[in-house]
């Protein structure tokens, strides 16, 4: 199975969220920062960076590089607040998320292929919550390994989106500049330019004597990065406390059969997600958005937690049914699974235990669709249903 890593970074964060939040400094430069003779620059907004401001600048020259800039102590509390927000965006898309600063996360997105059609979808998908619900924009960088998606998503800042193939990641490399490199800097960068090697791939052609002598002890894993290797898995810090899956369609759906279809297949994600991660749940929520942009969530808490398809299902789908009539064609359907618990041994029973049996099921099923891949298995309700326009699960 082929390892793909996304990794999300917000685009000139602190300022962004300035101007998102007073439309008075949109196009102009921000600059945040600690605003004292010593103070130094946190974030500048691009409009700012057109004249050399840039994050770690003493504020006094970023005073004098751009007078007419506007300038803000910064509010973290909120920051803070905002980076929780995406956060929880992020957590959506992946049980594996890896926060390494406010604004940025590794998500290790390997297997979602039942999921998404792509990861490349997952960053799209992401991007483009984060600019619908929170009017902020992200830059992606999708891989095979941490390193590279790092790289990726800062090529094409704001609001790029940057993919290495695998197989083409030396490629990738080959002309970026050597102090792009991680472990290089500015000192280390000089040298190697002195002696002639400006460029990654330059760097990655030296043999192992050349190496140990420019880096020392630090040698190999300097080469293996300039080759594009990083086997550093994405360490998640906390637990997914709920899974779920919705899909915006095409055109709205106004047939009771088309809206049970839907519901079925974004069901049936939901409950392979969590027999995935070896978890069930107890409550089962019905997102609902009509044609008009009304919204509604119904949720209904079960007496025994669960990861059963069918089960989840017949809970959604009551849920729906309740709300017949509410409103326009439908738009927007999502379902989700919270109140997560680690899935437990179902109890053996002299008479038919319909949570067992649907396990059973359930596990031939995922066993047929990692051996022949999620498409050729699909339940009968649901083979003549056409795809919707945009998917998303948590």
Known sequence: MLRWI??????AFFASVEQRDHPEYRGKPVIVGGLGNRGVVSTASYEARRFGVHSALPMATARRLCPQGIFLPGDHRKYSRVS????????????????ISV????????????????PVEIARAIKRQVKEELLLTVSAGVAPNKFLAKMASDLQKPDGLVVVEHGREQEFLRDLPVEKLWGIGDVTAKNLQDKGIRTIGQLARLEPPQL?????????????????????PVISGHEAKSIGAEETFEHDLFAADDLRA???????RVGYRLRREKTAGRTVTLKLRYGTFQ??????TLAEPTQI???????????????QGAGSGVRLLGVTVSQLEPERPVAPSLFDNPEEKGRQISAAVDQLRRKFGAPM???????????GKETKDD
């Open 84 to 99: 929780g927000q995406i956060m929880a965006i992020l957590d959506q898309y992946s049980p594996l998320v890896e926060q």
């Open 295 to 300: 919204t509604l969530t119904r949720r209904r």
């Open 262 to 268: 839907a519901l079925l297949a974004l069901s049936e």
């Open 212 to 232: 140990k002598r420019l880096f020392g002890e630090n040698a190999v894993t300097i080469h293996n990065l300039a080759l594009g290797r990083d086997d550093r």
């Open 309 to 323: 398809d069918e089960t989840i299902y017949r809970t959604a789908l009551e849920l729906l049914e309740q709300q």
């Open 6 to 11: 996304i990794h999300v970074d917000m685009d």
């Open 103 to 118: 604004d940025e996360a590794f998500l290790d997105v390997t297997g979602m292929e039942w999921l998404y059609p792509s």
């Open 377 to 387: 298995v699909v339940h009968g309700r649901l083979a003549s249903r056409k795809e």
